[in-house]
């Protein structure tokens, strides 16, 4: 961009001749067994908080990011060739196709959060009102 300002003369010249980028590595913890059970069982008084604890815990299970959990349907949710419930998706950020075991722990945090966005099945949006993002707007 700054190249085609410089030929153009929109610009005398570089703004960023002599900016050196900094790089800082960062190394993340992750949650243990322990800790996850922790918030698992945390029992919070705002039903927002309640909800977004619910969704933290399905994304910890599936490896899914919090936009990906939001737009399931159960159109995604099918049987793999091992008999067993599968997540078949695209993720919204890169549109890679994702096939996720949906394993006994999430499949029962799905049931109770997709209760809560009470979605058609067909439908990625979900039923206004619903929608965790916006109950967390209308409680603050």
Known sequence: MIRICLANEWLDRDPLIGYKSKYTEVNRKFLDEAELRKIELKHFHIERIEIVRDMFIFSCNTGLSFIDARNLTADNIGVGIDG??????????????????????????????????????????????HDPVQLWRNHS
């Open 84 to 129: 067993r419930k599968w997540i078949f998706t695209a993720r919204q950020k890169t549109k890679i196709s994702s096939h996720i075991s949906l394993l006994e722990k999430a499949e029962k945090n799905y049931y109770k959060i997709s209760g809560l966005f009470n979605r058609r099945a067909s439908s990625k949006k979900s039923t206004p009102g």
